[in-house]
């Protein structure tokens, strides 16, 4: 049996799960395969082109040993036995379903570039996450070859969190393993299944159809955001009373059937996967003649949207109405802590609120700078700083948008003597310990929480 396994994409998905099977299989070559030649040139440097903790660790470990990386992807197809792909599947800008479908041309190339350097059967292992019913798609493709090639595909979503890529993989809750009711596919799925077995127990792997698979990776995904969406939509009527959201999370999650994870308030979510699938699904729904389900779903983004700008409103509002030439430290940019990552951060959509305001940004972030220099590339009145201080110099305001932990233990003393006065606090995260900041004589405004401010 061909124990050589390629994975075509080195992204987020490709490179971490390849580095953790590689390691877990020693007796299997793995295989990482990029057409983007700088991107292979740093998984076989010192410095890796993500940053996950402990992923540095496992890579050095197989490196060179049975996981390899390269830019040769047609002479890879050849040797491999079974080939994951996750290439990345970004939504639609053109075209039928623009703004919420998968654009797939890159998976379609993918699959038509496999027909042609294939010389015996394999199995193809979708990675990527893709609207239901790729995996059709990419099984009339690849058995349309006229070289009288089998091909079974199998739907394998991802699950990983980025900042926990790494354990998520070594120690995760299920594995899905997706397949065709045939005894090829049966087949097929266990080939994937005996991998997964090397360090999985095999109560935490499901196996499912084809369908299930693909659609269970959105719906989780979903069911996730839609539970940040609904705390952050609580976290609105809780500043227009007296209730403390924190308390309210704390108090809902208790209760065994709610569970106490994904309700903290903050300026929303963001990421890679999470408004994508959503709107996925809410593509799939209105394709599927389901108008009334996609409503349902697509609310959930836009609770998202409202938060952000719910945020910078209350900014402006605590300001005395105008933040036009005011300096405002933003802390944090990724869309979470522990990340470089920008995708979809929250911070993008404030920051460009705040701009259209005419106030002048100091960005400060411990992963994230070169991300948000792209990200506002082109953007007036912008500084980006390495030194949260500095940022904070001569600031009117700070606004944290990431739950970093560093930024707890600031010396907020000395920021607050070097900022303009009065000096404000917005906290997105409901991170720092307001009592304290009001003390130092700041005006805070947590989220979803009373404020505690001087001047009223
Ligand atoms: C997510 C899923 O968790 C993972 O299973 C999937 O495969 C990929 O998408 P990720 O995007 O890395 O992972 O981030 P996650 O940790 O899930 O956080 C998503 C966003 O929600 C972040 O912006 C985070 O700050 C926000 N969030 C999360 C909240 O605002 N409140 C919470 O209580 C939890």
């Known amino acids: 049996m061909n124990k050589t396994i390629l994975c075509i994409g080195a992204g987020y998905v490709g490179g971490p799960t390849m580095a953790v099977i590689a390691d877990k299989c020693p007796e299997y070559k793995v295989i990482v395969a990029d057409i983007n030649a700088a991107r292979i040139a740093g998984w076989q440097s010192d410095r890796l082109p993500i940053y996950e903790p402990g992923l ?32 990345n599947t970004p939504t639609k800008t053109f075209g039928a379903g623009a703004g919420k479908a998968a654009d797939l041309q890159f998976w379609e190339k993918t699959a038509r570039d496999i027909i042609e350097y294939s010389e015996d059967d394999k199995i193809v292992i979708e990675k990527s996450t893709l609207p239901v019913r790729t995996a059709a798609a990419m099984q009339r493709i690849l058995s349309s070859n006229t070289k009288g090639l089998k091909f079974e595909v199998v739907s394998n979503p991802e699950f ?38 090397h360090w999985v127990p095999r ?42 959201i924190s308390e309210v999370s704390a108090a809902m999650g208790l209760d065994s059937r709610i569970g106490g994870k994904f309700l903290k308030a903050g300026v929303g979510f963001g990421g890679s996967c999470f408004k994508k ?87 400060h972030d411990p992963q994230a700078l070169a991300n948000a220099r792209i990200d506002l590339a082109g953007a007036e009145g912008v500084e980006y700083c390495s030194d949260p201080y500095e940022a904070a110099r001569g600031a009117h305001a ?32 409901n991170l720092l310990d307001h009592a304290a900041l009001y003390e130092l004589g700041f005006n805070v405004y947590p989220l979803g929480r009373r404020a505690l401010s001087h001047l009223e």
């Open 56 to 87: 540095e660790e496992v890579v050095k470990r197989v490196r060179g040993r049975n996981l390899f990386f390269t830019t040769d992807i047609f002479g890879s197809i050849k040797e491999a036995g079974m080939i994951f792909v996750s290439v």
């Open 398 to 429: 700070i606004a944290v948008l990431t739950d970093w932990r560093e930024f707890r233990e600031l010396d907020y003393r000395k920021i607050f003597d070097e900022m303009a006065q009065p000096a404000f606090i917005f906290d997105g995260r």
């Open 160 to 197: 990983m969190a980025e900042g926990t890529a790494v354990d998520d993989l070594q120690n995760p809750d299920r594995v899905l393993i997706g397949g065709m009711e045939t005894p090829s596919g049966a087949a097929a799925i266990q080939r994937v299944v005996d991998i997964y077995l």
């Open 277 to 363: 699938d959503i709107l996925n699904l809410v593509y799939l729904c209105e394709f599927y003649g389901l108008p009334e389900v996609a409503a349902y779903w697509e609310q959930v983004v836009r609770i998202n949207d409202y938060q952000q700008s719910r945020f910078v409103g209350k900014m402006v509002r605590q300001m005395f109405n105008t933040i036009a030439d005011k300096r405002i430290a933003i802390f944090g940019f990724a869309f979470k802590a522990d990340t470089g990552d920008t995708r979809e951060s929250p911070a993008i959509h404030i920051c460009r609120l705040l701009l259209a305001e005419h106030a002048r940004l100091a960005i």
């Open 203 to 244: 109560e935490r792997i499901k196996t499912t159809n084809l369908w299930s698979s693909e659609l269970s990776k959105l719906a989780a995904n979903a069911m996730l955001a839609q539970r940040v969406s609904s705390v952050n939509s609580l976290s609105a009527l809780c500043e227009a009373t007296d209730a403390n």
